[in-house]
């Protein structure tokens, strides 16, 4: 069954770290374009990152230079490691396997991320 | 970027017809992804490839592009279908590549 689990959220205070992963079976996350996708409270979806199969990266210009996108391939799971936290980054973290000819997306259940003092 | 316009909310009456738009420049020429997210739950892929359905989602479940709109069409709405509904595309020629529309609340009266 091809299943997403993230995991790694939790409360954070503005400018800490946290590291969010998401462990994928059913399938192989390197052979995938894999995205991560937020949701603030209330509020509606916005794409943060991608990583291609062939390696290449892309992300969201509001978290650009302080998110990375990663893989471990012998672990199967897709990372996203959030350094410099703001208040706004406070969301549900999806991770998604990007599929089919337009690249729509299958989601995991969510991971809530908090940044608070 | 490319910029997704969707209604904020739709109502519906049981039985009836619902129909939710996503506005975008020349959005006929891409493909459109449209998703179901229920509070409290992740999104839920209803249509993709403009008019395709996964496996598991009912007929009542259409969709449509051309021009500068598509459409997602819900017959015989169900109190079930009550929820949030997003449409995406994928802007290949740009490294923002994923576009989600503004989303729209559809109310079943």
Known sequence: ?117 | SYVLTQPPSVSVAPGQTARITCGGNNIGSKSVHWYQQKPGQAPVLVVYDDSDRPSGIPERFSGSNSGNTATLTISRVEAGDEADYYCQVWDSSSDHPYVFGTGTKVTVL
Request: aromatic share 12%.
């Open chain 1, 1 to 117: 069954e091809v299943q997403l689990v993230e995991s790694g959220g939790g409360l954070v205070q503005p400018g800490g770290s946290l590291r969010l992963s998401c462990a994928a079976s059913g399938f192989t996350v390197s052979s995938n374009y894999m995205s991560w996708v937020r949701q603030a409270p209330g509020k509606g979806l916005e794409w943060v990152s991608v990583i291609y199969s062939g390696g290449s990266t892309y992300y969201a210009d509001s978290v650009k230079g302080r998110f990375t996108i990663s893989r471990h391939n012998s672990k199967n799971t897709l990372y996203l490691q959030m350094n410099s936290l703001r208040a706004e980054d406070t969301a549900v973290y999806y991770c998604a396997r990007c599929l089919g000819s337009g690249w729509y997306l299958v989601w995991g259940q969510g991971t809530l991320v908090t940044v608070s003092s």
